[in-house]
């Protein structure tokens, strides 16, 4: 008899055990015989973020999504973004063909991670990362991750990448506070001669973040070490990849795109219990891309904010005093390289202009000229306009026109405008001589 009880209490725990293995592997995973249905949940195994169905703001309308746990909100990734629920009969499985789905009532598709290669015994696992892995159960290989699709909202170890031919993993805003479907703005890697982020409001550039030097963004002042922290870019010329990602340990933190089009680093603040901005893209109206116009430089720390550059106008008078910066501005006079001197006299040498703590240019291109060498290069080539140097970048030259112009009251690089040698004056002269002297 007591053999026989003994048995029976070893079959009883065998059975428990599997019993809360079985919990155990559900309460993060997905599978085809494990679905989850509105209002179900499951949570990733450290217990820092939850998948589930979700109300955006006000709207009654039904999203599959994944949250922060025990915080509040917001939603940092949406599958059915644009084919939203109408009501609460919601699934969210494993299809035949091994892809994640998401099912209305009538068991239509309204959302797939649409894997045209997949396998059929795959599992969906959310990670503490907020990763959403789908995974061949055969072989433990990623098939797909919620990583490699992003919403609005950009985690630590999650990769925004572009290719030279465009971007390829970037941020779309939501269309509005309650209404997840694409919006207008996007963030992303450019493919440009050197990396830059930058917010598109649809195709038009909104927002720059200047010519990355290894360390930071130039064009973002302030930006230090402690600053943006953990900041990583890595670029491969030799494929044309680059990606851009952050890691920070200590904290919860997101990046954040806005249905407005401002970039958002946002930590989490124990003692407010709440999250923090720490970081905006969009300060003042300098901040919109190309506010001045060609040539125009802006400074929110003058009225009007905007201001030809030495040697240039207004293009068009009437509405630069109206506020209208839009056209920006033009060259007063050619430079002495750009036309002939028809008296047959050599004209005096272009010069330029040094502006200190300047958000430099869109359209840079980069050399590896030494410092000592960059004025002179520019200086040789007649379409050469403006040049700036950073010990990580090297030499920037810029052709064309200047478009972006900014003037910081911290960081910022010195940009040396080239102008006629009338155009700076007698104290110029003096100036210079000055210089050599000492």
């Keep these: 008899m007591e053999l026989r009880s003994r048995r029976i209490s070893f079959v009883v725990v065998i059975l428990l055990s599997g019993f809360y293995t079985y919990l155990g592997t559900a309460i993060d995973t997905i599978t085809a015989s494990q679905p989850i249905r509105d209002p179900e949940t499951i949570t990733s195994n450290g217990s820092a973020f939850i998948l589930g169905f979700f109300n955006p703001g006000n709207s009654s309308n039904h999203y599959v999504g994944i949250w922060y746990n025990k915080k509040t909100e917001p939603v940092v990734w949406v599958a059915n973004r644009n084919k939203p629920l109408n009501d609460a009969s919601g699934i969210v499985t494993i299809s035949d063909d091994g892809n994640l789905v998401v099912l209305n009532g009538q068991k239509e598709v309204l959302w797939s991670s649409n894997v045209s290669n997949s396998v059929t015994n795959v599992s969906a696992q959310l990670l503490d990362s907020g990763n959403l892995v789908l995974r061949d159960i055969t072989t433990g290989i990623s098939i797909w991750e919620s990583f490699q699709e992003p919403t609005d909202k950009c985690l630590p170890g999650m990769k925004l990448s572009s290719h030279r031919t465009g971007p390829i993993v970037q941020l779309r805003s939501w269309k509005s506070p309650s209404d997840p479907s694409p919006g ?37 002042p302030n930006m230090d070490s402690s600053y943006l922290d953990g900041l990583q870019l890595s670029a491969d010329s030799r494929t044309g990849f680059v990606n851009l990602s952050f890691s920070i340990q200590d904290t919860p933190v997101f990046f954040l795109l806005t249905s407005i089009g401002i970039l958002e680093q946002r930590n989490w603040d124990d003692e407010k219990n709440d999250w923090v901005v720490s970081f905006w ?14 040539f125009g ?25 109206r506020g209208n910066w839009t056209n920006g501005c033009v060259r007063k006079r050619p430079l002495p390289c750009e036309r002939i001197n028809q008296t047959g006299e050599v004209a005096k040498e272009d010069r330029f202009l040094k502006l200190e703590k300047m958000k430099v240019p869109y359209f840079a ?57 009338s155009e700076l004056g007698k104290f110029h002269d003096v100036l210079l001589i000055l210089l050599l002297l000492c």
């Design 184 to 220: 207008s703005f996007s963030f992303g890697i450019g493919s440009s001669n050197i990396p830059e982020g930058f917010i598109w409001n649809d195709s038009q550039v909104y927002w720059r973040t200047g010519p990355w030097n290894s360390l930071l963004f130039i064009g973002i």
């Design 281 to 294: 893209s969009r300060e003042t109206k300098c901040d919109v891309y190309g506010w001045c116009g060609r």
């Design 297 to 321: 430089n802006c400074n929110p720390q003058e009225t009007p904010i905007c201001s030809c550059l030495r040697g240039f106008e207004p293009m068009n008078m009437e509405e630069w005093s």
């Design 365 to 421: 291109e980069r050399t590896t000229i030494a410092v000592e060498n960059c004025s002179e290069h520019c200086l040789d080539n007649c379409s050469c306009i403006a040049y700036a140097y950073d010990a990580a970048i090297n030499c920037m030259t810029w052709t064309g026109s200047l478009i972006d112009l900014q003037k910081f009251s911290n960081g910022g690089a010195d940009l040396y405008i080239r102008l006629a040698h």
